[in-house]
């Protein structure tokens, strides 16, 4: 009974704290953190007992697989090359530079749980980013950093078993290390993209035999990022790429004709399960604050001289950490952009400020949920039997550079977004437009084709009139798309025979599908990117329900 009343409290207190953070002007993430650490005091007496591996396969596959579902994939091949660099070329050079830098901080902890370290404190949460900014990022910055959380998670935890592995057995090969590391990604994405492919095909032989009710297919999404970690993780490759590769690919499959419904509680579902627990991950962190500092504390000499020592660490540590990510950062915008030029194309951020743009991304390189369960799964003792070196002061460091980095993003973003130019609002909005321009245009040309056949003069003419009610509805929506002045009221008020209704129901659903197919064959031809397809779909979707009258 008390792991329910702790389970209730907790999700009782994160939907507490976004009301709350109307009121207190501190990001969410931080508000739910310092909540965190006030249930966790004796007072209060909330104590939650945090295992890593059960954290890492509740929280992470799901929130990875939503992330990769939502991820414009026209904008991650666009820009691939950086989104790659950051997650993977950044990892190992923050791993080099941070794991040298605190092996001569910590000189008694040997040089391969320093790399260790490194490790776990490469990772970066996209997601603090965003309820940090606001939705005030450029697109095209939150872009990069989204893909950027995407990756390096798996490749700072990979790196992470890696260094573990040799502190416990003081062995390493660079070589050996490499091509593991490759084939452990690979392996990995290769498993979330059969995975997430054999369930669309599943999806779609139950929808071909009529079966179509939409809870076993949202109860299903929900498991297979489950599904994906687990069987990559059990076959020895990398859990969190397969969760992101079945998200990635499922988002192309959940394009299934007969899912109106399925869709839209997809969309419930995982938006109240985000929340939910992003909320709690931060929760946690709290809540495991006070039992990681007395656990650094313990059997030290001179509190008030080991805080100072300890503050410093974690102060050292980041600014290494924000300073090698700036100068990385910084030299690839300027390579990047003089070999765009060299080839005649232009730069990807012409006339912006490379120093706010690298400062952004800098700042943005918040650390998170993943990099606290890393941490957290540090061995207690070394193969030989001896206790691990400096393991919970370590996992302070850790969680320090967490707290320090939410915060100084809290502080710093704001000031650095004025400097960049943000996104052009009224440009997006006539693509948007243009392409729903398309499809409605789809939709008039179907009602047009449909043939008056009747049995008698009577219903010929009441076919008439609704094909010529609904085109005209459609002309005025067409029209309104375009910017043209609106069009003149539409419509009769007057009742018509049931006859009518089932006619005039039946051609809205005709035109509502024709103009999702409009929208599938767009997509396919690469004529628009996935967060316009979804929001285009998400109206269709509402359209057909109220139609539907669900």
């Known amino acids: 009974m008390q792991l329910l009343y702790t389970i209730l409290i907790m999700l009782l207190v994160v939907s507490g704290t976004r009301i709350t953070a109307q009121f207190i002007p501190l990001p969410l993430p931080l508000l739910q953190i310092v909540i965190g650490a006030l249930l966790a005091v004796p007072a209060l007496g909330l104590h939650v007992r945090l295992e890593p591996e059960l954290f890492l396969l509740l929280f992470i596959p799901p929130l990875l697989f939503v992330d990769g579902w939502r991820m414009p994939k026209g904008q991650f091949r666009e820009l691939r090359t950086p989104i790659l660099v950051l997650a993977f070329a950044l990892v190992f050079f923050t791993i080099v530079g941070a794991g040298y830098f605190i092996h001569w901080l910590l000189p008694q902890v040997p040089l391969a749980a320093c790399f260790a370290l490194a490790a776990v404190l490469s990772p970066t949460d996209a997601v603090a980013v965003s309820a940090i900014t606001h939705g005030r990022l450029p697109r095209t910055l939150n872009n990069v950093l989204q893909g950027e959380a995407l990756m390096n998670d798996a490749s700072g935890l990979v790196a ?16 050996d290390a490499s091509f593991q590391f490759v084939l452990v990604a690979a392996g990995g994405v290769l498993v979330g993209v059969v995975l997430s492919y054999c369930f669309g095909r599943l999806r779609a032989w139950m929808i071909a035999r009529g079966w179509e009710d939409p809870a076993p297919h949202v109860l299903m999404l929900l498991l297979l990022p489950f599904a994906a970690y687990v069987v990559a993780e059990h076959m020895g490759l990398s859990g969190i790429l397969s969760a992101v590769a079945a998200g990635m690919m499922q988002s192309r499959l959940d394009l299934l004709p007969k899912q109106t419904t399925t869709r839209l509680l997809n969309r419930s579902v995982w938006t109240l399960l985000e929340f939910t627990f992003n909320g709690l991950i931060f929760l946690l962190l709290g809540l495991q604050l006070p039992d990681i500092v007395n656990a650094a504390f313990n059997g030290h000499q001179g509190e008030w001289s080991f805080v100072g020592w300890a503050l410093a660490c974690v102060l050292s540590t980041y600014a290494v950490l924000m300073v090698l990510r700036f100068v990385w950062v910084y030299v690839y915008w300027r390579i990047s952009g003089a070999m765009r ?57 850790a969680a320090g550079v967490i707290l320090l980095s939410l915060l100084v993003a809290s502080l710093v973003l704001p000031k650095i977004l004025p400097l960049l130019p943000q996104d052009n609002a009224e440009l997006r909005e006539r693509e948007l437009n243009r392409h729903r321009s398309q499809i409605l245009e789809s939709a008039i040309r179907c009602l047009e084709a449909v043939e008056e056949r009747a049995s008698d003069a009577n219903s010929a003419v009441a076919t008439a009139e609704v094909k010529a009610k609904l085109m005209s509805e459609y002309r005025e ?24 209704e089932e006619l005039e129901h039946r051609l809205r659903l005709d035109a509502l599908r ?37």
Not at 160 to 175: D, E, P, Q, R
Not at 354 to 361: E, K, Q, T, W, Y
Not at 483 to 500: D, H, I, L, P
Request: charged residues 25%; positive net charge.
């Open 160 to 175: 992470f078993k890696f260094a573990v592995a040799a502190t416990l057995t003081g062995v390493f090969s660079l070589m």
């Open 341 to 397: 030029r060299w080839r005649g194309k232009p730069t990807r951020f012409a006339g912006q400020s490379r120093i706010a743009l690298s400062a952004v991304i800098t700042v943005g390189g918040v650390r998170g949920a993943v990099t606290l369960a890393g941490v957290m799964s540090l061995p207690l003792l070394l193969n030989n039997g001896q206790t691990f070196p400096e393991r919970d002061l370590l996992i302070l460091i």
């Open 477 to 500: 929506l067409l029209v309104r798309t375009q910017g043209a002045s609106e069009a003149g009221e539409v419509g009769e008020n007057s009742e018509k025979q049931y006859a009518v």
């Open 514 to 550: 024709t103009q999702r197919k409009e929208l599938y064959r767009m997509r396919k031809e690469n004529l628009l990117d996935d967060d316009m397809l979804m929001e285009i779909l998400r109206d269709l979707d509402i359209a057909e329900a109220r139609l539907h009258k669900i």
